[in-house]
């Protein structure tokens, strides 16, 4: 083989290598690589506000004098942190999530209405609450940690949302309802967001948690006597729940509450604790939006696109190298047909004819 045809060569055997390893890398990314990859991020830190500007809310002053009273055109916001925490290895992250709801019109302490930690581990690929180790509520009021099982997805949809109901967990009434499916007609800087909506109507909660969901007042307090005598109210919870979810990352980008609670009896006597239409603060939803545009284009390209771009190069590559493979090959036969040495029956033509015989005399 002549040096330019060793070139030749080992450039097309180059040209397939290569071409079959981007093809390869594309499969690898795409069965492989990718599946494992399309999870939960292990590293969570997210913060979002709940905000509503016409609250009704039971009077913590009031109640310290010794009234059961609520108060109106109360300003509330309620803080979400949400941050991940050990153990979070493999197929687990575990989310600690601290909900505090204060009203904006005082300071300080006087401004608390309510706050719980809650913690929960979740399988990564599937976005669902994992029963070992158990979730744990932790109540400001009491400061004691309560086991709180559950199933249901609550910080997150699982990643490839569809349009049908999902089932959701409502850390208030610490119970999993469906959310249904509701349009998509809604884009925040152009992501297309799934509608859903959770309603729990008027559930007595004393009866699904214990007393810790009632409140024992003296019947003066309540405006039911004017006795000392111990009287106890359920809390009665409803709330109709609207959530936008990104479908390809799962990611709640705006929410909404419509919430009532109500402290009463079952003969009708009612005191609201809480009316409230919670929602997520504007520059809360941009910021979502935008994260989520953002991990979906990551799945995209890890899903998609860069797998996509290889096998296409990959394809090329391979059927370049064997194009001028081919071409090399063809060019090999031809030179070699012509160094060959003339058969005994072309010498003899030859030298039988007038040009290629011997000389003659003249």
Not at 55 to 82: F, H, I, M, R, Y
Not at 149 to 175: C, I, K, M
Not at 277 to 294: M, P, W
Request: hydrophobic share 35%; net charge neutral.
């Amino acid at each position: 083989m002549s040096p330019g045809h060793r070139g030749r060569f080992t450039f097309v055997v180059g040209l397939v290598f290569f071409g079959a390893l981007l093809a390869t890398c594309a499969v690898l990314l795409t069965t492989v690589i990718v599946p494992n990859a399309k999870q939960l991020p292990a590293h969570v830190s997210q913060s979002v506000t709940l905000t509503a500007q016409n609250a009704t809310v039971l009077d913590s002053e009031s109640l310290a004098s010794g009234v059961v009273k609520s108060e109106d055109n109360v300003p509330l916001q309620v803080d979400v942190s949400v941050k991940s925490a050990p153990p979070t290895a493999g197929e687990t992250v575990t989310l600690v999530a601290a909900v505090r709801t204060n009203r904006t019109d005082r300071a300080g302490l006087a401004g608390i209405v309510s706050g719980y930690v809650d913690r929960v581990s979740l399988n990564r690929r599937s976005a669902a609450p994992q029963t070992n180790p158990v979730p744990l509520t932790i109540h400001e009021a009491s400061g004691v940690a309560t086991e709180t099982p559950r199933t249901g997805f609550q910080y997150n949809f699982p990643l490839g949302v569809d349009r049908h109901e999902y089932p959701v967990y409502d850390s208030e009434a610490q119970l999993t309802t469906p959310a249904k499916y509701i349009d998509d007609d809604r884009v925040v800087e152009g992501v297309q967001l799934l509608h859903f909506q959770q309603r729990i109507d008027e559930l007595n909660l004393q009866e699904r948690l214990g007393d810790v969901a009632s409140l024992e007042m003296p019947s003066r307090a309540w405006g039911v006597g004017d006795t000392n005598t111990p009287v106890r109210m359920s809390l009665y919870y409803s709330v109709v729940r609207d959530l936008w979810v990104e479908p390809d990352t799962g990611m709640i980008v705006d929410q909404q509450q419509d919430v009532h609670r109500q402290l009463g009896n079952g003969k009708g006597f009612r005191v609201t604790s809480l009316q409230a239409d919670l929602h997520f603060s504007e520059a809360t939803v941009t910021k979502n939006a935008k994260e989520a545009a953002r991990n979906k284009r990551l799945l995209f390209w890890g899903s998609i696109g860069a797998p996509g771009a290889l096998g296409v190069v990959g394809v090329v590559m391979l059927g370049a190298g064997a194009y001028l493979g081919s071409r090399g090959r063809r060019s090999r036969e031809k030179t070699d047909d012509s160094d060959q040495e003339p058969s005994a029956d072309a010498k003899s033509k030859w030298n039988a004819s007038s040009v290629g015989g011997p000389p003659t005399r003249t």
